[in-house]
Structures are given as structure tokens and as C-alpha cells.
């Protein structure tokens, strides 16, 4: 049973930064693709960021030089640095993984999400 366990959000000022990890356990596929992903109320689903196996990574946009996603094998957590956090940053973020690679994501698995709140 692949299980997802995201941790680290919280409340931050404008031009804060917050660090998010999810503990990931059960999935056992070599080839994967792991990511972030942000929902805001009244708002689509978006993709953040991206890593896969072989250590690609790819960012919206909206948060690229500002976010870093990175990943210990050792301890099988993803994380997701966020630096100069916006009030738009605003948003529930969850973690997913699946088999692929970055560009070719299959998003099998989620967690259950971890609030971000930027105040101004």
C-alpha cells in the first residue's frame, strides 16, 4: 500500500520561506515521477514541481527561482523549498508519485495535503 505522508506547512509572512516533506512508503517501482501540487479555494489544480528517478526537475512558472524540489533515497522524502513566499503561494499542497518521467508524470498516488497560509 503506497502511502503518502506531506508535513511542514504552515503560516508565513510575505518574502518568508517554509519547507514541505512527504514521507513516501510502499511504492517500490525503480522509475518513478514525483511533484507538488497546489489548490487554492476557487482555483484549478496546479502543477508546482517536478523530479523523477533520475534526478530531472521541472517548475510552473509561477514559482520557478523561487521553489526547489529535491529528494533523500535514503529516507524516501520528497521536499519542497519555498523562498520568498507570496500571498498568491497561498494554497493546500500535495505531494504525488506515480511511474514516468518528468514530462510524462502518471500521478498514481496522493497525499492528503499540508496548508500554506502567506499573510501580507
Known amino acids: 500500500q503506497v502511502q503518502l505522508v506531506e508535513s511542514g506547512g504552515g503560516s508565513v509572512q510575505v518574502g518568508g520561506s517554509l519547507r514541505l516533506a512527504c514521507a513516501a512508503s510502499?511504492?517500490?517501482?525503480?522509475?518513478?515521477?514525483m511533484a507538488w501540487f497546489r489548490q487554492a479555494p476557487g482555483k484549478e489544480r496546479e502543477g508546482v514541481a517536478f523530479i523523477d528517478s533520475t534526478g530531472v526537475t521541472s517548475y510552473a512558472a509561477s514559482v520557478k527561482g523561487r521553489f526547489t524540489i529535491s529528494q533523500d533515497n535514503a529516507k524516501n522524502t520528497l521536499y519542497l523549498q519555498m523562498n520568498s513566499l507570496k500571498p498568491e503561494d497561498t494554497a493546500l499542497y500535495y505531494c504525488t508519485t506515480g511511474p514516468g518521467v518528468v514530462g510524462a508524470c502518471n500521478h498514481n498516488y496522493w497525499g492528503q495535503g499540508t496548508q500554506v497560509t502567506v499573510s501580507s
Open positions: 510502499g511504492y517500490t517501482d525503480s522509475r518513478y515521477c
